[in-house]
């Protein structure tokens, strides 16, 4: 839902570097792209992260989450650690369950952007809701990851941190598979939870869960 009073930027239907510089310079640099990672899987928790860009020094390649090889995301994601600011913040599976995965979800990202070093002037969040609290003008834009730069690389940010905690977690927690499918419901995983039953990582309020629960 958005906030009444905040203007929106003109984004178009495709990431386009010019025109998207040109909007932060108007904004003394100061526009941050915001995304989340994992609102589907049954384990593991949600992360989010917001990115400042440095338009004069992109990261070759940056684009949607989803559109890159794991090796390209690990290699851009030093690369944007290392030329823009970067916050990341997460809600575990137990928050998940006490207060919805969406309100989560918004809850981190507000803290990703409170998290940023330098006070963004107008935050664009991939999705359809700007997060409550934000204390700052912004948007939500609808596929934002594949139509902002900045949310583009907010995805990365957030894909990497997540998959890095979900192979630790297979550590922790042999036998489900965690660092081959960090956490999303695929035929292994069920087939694992079967065996093993939910370990803390399990997002207990998702049906498949709940319902392995109620049946034991």
């Known amino acids: 839902m958005k906030t009444p009073g905040l203007f929106d930027l003109p ?7 010019r025109a998207e510089a040109r909007m932060a310079e108007k904004l003394d640099g ?5 995304d989340e990672a994992g ?9 989010t992260a917001a990115v400042i860009l440095d338009y004069a020094r992109l ?8 559109k890159l090889t794991e090796a390209k995301r690990e290699a851009l994601f030093e690369e944007i ?4 600011w970067v916050s990341f913040a997460g809600a575990s599976a137990a928050t998940i369950d006490q207060i919805n995965i969406r309100a989560a979800t ?12 330098l006070q963004p002037r107008h935050v664009v969040v991939d999705g359809r809701d700007v997060p409550p609290g934000l204390g700052i003008d912004g948007q939500a834009l609808v596929k934002g990851d594949a139509r902002c730069l900045a949310v583009a690389a907010a ?16 550590a922790d927690y042999p036998g489900f598979g965690f660092a081959v499918h960090k956490g999303y419901g695929v035929p292994a995983h069920m ?5 093993l039953g939910p370990c803390p990582l399990h997002r207990r309020s998702f049906k498949p869960i709940a319902a392995l629960l109620d049946a034991r």
Do not use: E, H, Y
């Open 39 to 47: 609102r589907g899987p049954w384990a593991g928790p949600v992360v």
């Open 59 to 66: 990261p070759d390649g940056l684009n949607d989450s989803k």
């Open 155 to 170: 995805s990365i940010i957030a894909k990497v941190v997540r998959d890095r905690m979900m192979v630790t977690a297979d």
């Open 30 to 34: 100061r526009l941050a792209g915001v």
């Open 11 to 17: 984004f178009g239907d495709a990431l386009d570097a």
């Open 191 to 195: 087939a694992a939870l079967t065996l």
């Open 81 to 84: 650690c290392a030329s823009a």
């Open 106 to 117: 918004l809850q981190a990202m507000r803290r990703s952007v409170q998290g940023l070093a």
